[in-house]
């Protein structure tokens, strides 16, 4: 049983997942404005090529990147504070 004051796991994740995908797409903009250009330094990892597993019948492709640039972390500390106001 949950307290009067717990709050949803899944409220925290969708509201992280918004201000990441939110501030990603303002630093993508903001990387043509040169005062705002700073917003979209950031670091890209994962899988380069795409790792395939041929079963002969069924053929899976696995593949992950990740992209964060400043403005996606910012997104990210603006939804914690706008969770724990919620």
């Known amino acids: 049983m949950r307290g009067a004051g717990s709050k949803n796991s899944w409220a925290l994740f969708l509201i992280l997942l918004t201000g990441i995908v939110l501030g990603g797409f303002i630093g993508m903009l903001a990387a043509n404005v040169p005062a705002l250009s700073w917003l ?38 603006i939804s914690i504070i706008i969770y724990r106001f919620l």
């Open 40 to 77: 979209s330094y950031g670091q890209a990892f994962g899988f380069k090529d795409p790792i395939v597993l041929n079963l002969g019948i069924l053929v899976l492709t696995f593949g992950l990147s990740i992209n964060i640039n400043i403005a996606s972390i910012i997104g990210m500390i």
